[in-house]
């Protein structure tokens, strides 16, 4: 007897969180890893280029997601989805070779590599969108953002136990070979339990009523063009959009430069690599935590404009703290200030993201959070760019200029709370 439809749908949204979750543990475990290991292979002040290694995995995910997405259109989800977890085996292992090699050339090509084939995520969001039901698609929706938690918690704490087990104590390889096998064993149950979730009729360029694949691109370049001037010209949206985008930077700065920090003897705490990996442990458990928990709790209680407000101001607060953590070289105010600068975070993100939806047409709701989508995307591009240069003459200078930053945003979104609403229906003029 075949299963139900929804045993069905039930069994390969579970096994699209295993792959999802797998591979993102390899993700969570190389990425503290990485501007330290760049600095040791040859890039010790060179901020602009360590801030560029960070950025090419974002870079390519931005551009390859749409590129996939098409795809996966056209020859169905989990072909895709198993072509991305075999580039990560590949590509993650291949970091492991770098870092045995000490190769920066090859470092470089690893990230690149690994970001097109992590750019499929948006292809697992559209395998979760095909197996599921209007109504249960925000719920399926979340497995990805849990996944995503859970990879960011446990990727690092794994990382420290491939460094423990093998008794490393400087650079090591086998964070990427354990990432690499991390990501085969997620293709391994992509190949035996994951089903096709188009229809077969929907494959091969689409069906007799869809766009044909000549006209595909064009017609979604087209598209993308009309979605961001439907979210520019939205009142408050626009604003809502830039504060979201300087939000990210700020934390992306944090993100990218507190590995250096946490690392170096002279102006910073000098851990070790285990040591690094269970503050970026630590950092991921809280943000599941507070997003997971307190967001969900609090929600429909508080206005999503004081929300933000309030994560706005505890990130200030947190980047205050770091800089005080810093001076005094404190372990305690260190994980006082991340757990402050993370909540915060955890608090703005959402709460942009309703406010975004509930100002936009019903009828554009999807492409105009699909701006926000690129808009976070381009800010995790810029935000190494900006900060690991400002690392090089004061390693406190990033979070100096991220409170500015949120401070900036911060009076953005006042204006946009004063100027904007939720979007109201027109009313017709007849009857």
């Not at 290694?53 to 098409?70: E, H």
């Not at 407000?309 to 991340?338: D, E, H, K, Q």
Request: aromatic residues 10%; contains cysteine; proline residues 5%.
């Amino acid at each position: 007897m075949t299963p139900s439809a929804p045993e069905t749908r039930r069994g390969s949204l579970f096994v699209i969180f295993l792959t999802v979750f797998i591979d993102l543990l390899g993700f969570g475990m190389v990425l503290p890893l990485l501007p330290i290991y760049a600095e040791e292979f040859g890039l010790k002040d060179q901020g602009l280029m360590i801030g560029l290694l960070m950025s090419c995995f974002s870079i390519m995910q931005f551009l390859f997601a749409p590129v996939w997405g098409r795809v996966s259109d056209r020859i169905g989800r989990r072909p895709v989805l198993m072509v991305g977890l075999l580039g990560s085996a590949v590509f993650y292992t291949l970091f492991g070779v770098a870092t045995l090699w000490k190769s920066l050339p090859m470092l470089f090509v690893t990230r690149i590599g690994a970001g097109i084939a992590g750019a499929t995520i948006s292809t697992a969001q559209a395998y979760i969108a095909d197996s599921t039901s209007l109504k249960g698609r925000t719920k399926g929706m979340a497995i990805i953002g849990a996944a995503f938690g859970l990879g960011f918690t446990f990727g690092p704490l794994l990382g420290a136990a491939a460094l423990i087990s093998t008794q490393s104590i400087g650079t090591s390889p086998w964070p990427g070979y354990v990432a690499g096998a991390l990501s085969a064993v997620a293709l391994g149950l992509a190949f035996f339990m994951l089903p096709e979730s188009l229809p077969r009729e929907s494959l091969a360029g689409g069906t007799a009523s869809g766009p044909k694949p000549s006209t595909a691109s064009h017609e979604s370049s087209r598209f993308r063009f009309t979605a961001w001037q439907d979210a520019f010209a939205t009142p408050s949206v626009g604003a809502l959009l830039i504060t979201s985008f300087i939000s990210v930077v700020a934390f992306g700065g944090f993100e990218s430069t507190l590995s250096l920090l946490l690392k170096n003897e002279k102006y910073g705490f000098g851990f070790d690599l285990k040591k690094v990996l269970l503050v970026f442990a630590f950092i991921g458990f809280v943000l599941s935590l507070v997003q997971g928990g307190i967001v969900r709790r609090i929600s429909g209680r508080v206005s999503e404009h004081r929300m933000a407000l309030s994560g706005g101001v505890l990130t200030i607060v947190g980047f205050g703290l770091m800089m005080y953590a810093a001076s005094r070289v404190s372990i305690p105010w260190l994980f006082l200030a991340a757990a402050v600068e993370v909540s915060g975070f955890a608090l703005v993100t959402p709460s942009l993201q309703s406010l975004i939806s509930r100002r936009s047409d019903p009828a554009k709701q999807g492409s105009i959070l699909g701006v926000s989508q690129s808009v976070s995307a381009l800010a995790r591009i810029a935000a190494p760019m900006i900060a690991l240069p400002l690392r090089t003459t004061s390693s406190t200078l990033p979070y100096s200029v991220s409170i500015v930053l949120m401070f900036l945003g911060m009076l953005l979104l006042h204006v946009a709370n004063r100027r904007g609403h939720d979007f109201v229906e027109p009313t017709s003029d007849n009857g």
